[in-house]
Nanobody
Framework: QVQLVESGGGLVQAGGSLRLSCAAS????????MAWFRQAPGKEREFVFI???????DCADSVLGRFTISRDNAKNTVYLQMNSLKPEDTAIYYC??????????????????WGQGTQVTVSS
């Protein structure tokens, strides 16, 4: 069993930055793919970024060049650095871990574990 706890959300003006953290329990953190999703009111949960255990990463086109992902396996933590934030980035951000492998990594149904989410609000 893996538990994920997100932190770092908040209210920021457009153009500002936030860093989200996701702390994971368990001794096999380094073997997991770790991803960030977000869900805005009235919208489906959407893929933001993924970090594979081998070090590679991929992101949604909407955050390319503005967001970065990193992980510290010694601290069992994955980070999402968000720069040049826009009002359309407003959402609850969720951390996800351990892909099932049955569908695309863009699909939230492909993950076994989820955090409780952290709210990010970007004002214009």
């Amino acid at each position: 069993q893996v538990q994920l706890v997100e932190s770092g959300g908040g209210l920021v003006q457009a153009g500002g930055s936030l860093r989200l953290s996701c702390a994971a329990s368990g001794r096999t953190f380094s073997r997991y793919a770790m991803a960030w999703f977000r869900q805005a009111p009235g919208k489906e949960r959407e893929f933001v970024f993924i970090s594979w255990s081998g070090g590679t990463a991929d992101c949604a086109d909407s955050v390319l060049g503005r967001f970065t992902i990193s992980r510290d396996n010694a601290k069992n933590t994955v980070y999402l650095q968000m720069n040049s934030l826009k009002p359309e980035d407003t959402a609850i951000y969720y951390c996800a871990a351990d892909r099932k492998g049955g569908s695309s990594y863009y699909d939230p149904r492909d993950y076994n574990y989820w955090g409780q989410g952290t709210q990010v609000t970007v004002s214009s």
